[in-house]
């Protein structure tokens, strides 16, 4: 399977960062099944930080390796999911044990439901419902070293704005 990263960087070898921010699976690196979305993410980081250049890393999953590692996957929004990601967005001091979490990834319009449900106005079963009507891409996080042995990379892609 291809997985693809959207960064700033060429990044042959990831590596496992601590970010300056929440997210939704916790500390590691990010890739998702969708070369469009890694586009996307890249092209706003290059807005952001008004940068010239951007790219698309591609990688290669091995699942041999990925059947040996301690894995949690989401194939779709559930409450599990849900108070997964609360609890990584949320509770600056939690950190979970699994070596690759897999799911949906929680964008900018998934946040307004959030916070809709964190403001006490959507119950937790009426955000499960309205998030199953959203189109989401998904997001692999490989959140400890020996987690990185699974993917390969292949190439980056240059990307302009």
Request: aromatic share 14%; hydrophobic share 40%.
């Amino acid at each position: 399977m291809i997985l693809f990263h959207g960064s700033l960087e060429s990044i042959s070898q990831p590596e496992i960062r601590q970010p300056n921010r929440t997210l939704d699976y916790g500390a590691g690196f990010y890739a998702t099944t969708s070369q469009q979305q890694a586009e996307d993410w890249v092209k706003r980081r290059m807005r952001e930080s008004y940068a010239t250049i951007g790219f698309v890393n591609e990688y290669n999953l091995n699942g041999d390796v990925l059947k040996k590692l301690k894995c949690l996957f989401f194939d779709s929004p559930t409450e599990e999911w849900l108070d997964f990601v609360m609890k990584n967005r949320t509770d600056r001091h939690f950190t979970h044990d699994y070596d690759v979490v897999y799911g949906p990834v929680a964008n900018d319009r998934v946040y307004a439901a959030f916070a809709l449900y964190e403001g006490g106005l959507l119950s937790k079963q009426n955000l499960i419902a309205e998030l199953k009507t959203y189109k989401l891409v998904d997001q692999y996080l490989f959140h400890t070293a020996n987690s990185l042995k699974a993917i390969e990379f292949i190439k980056a892609k240059q990307i302009g704005l």
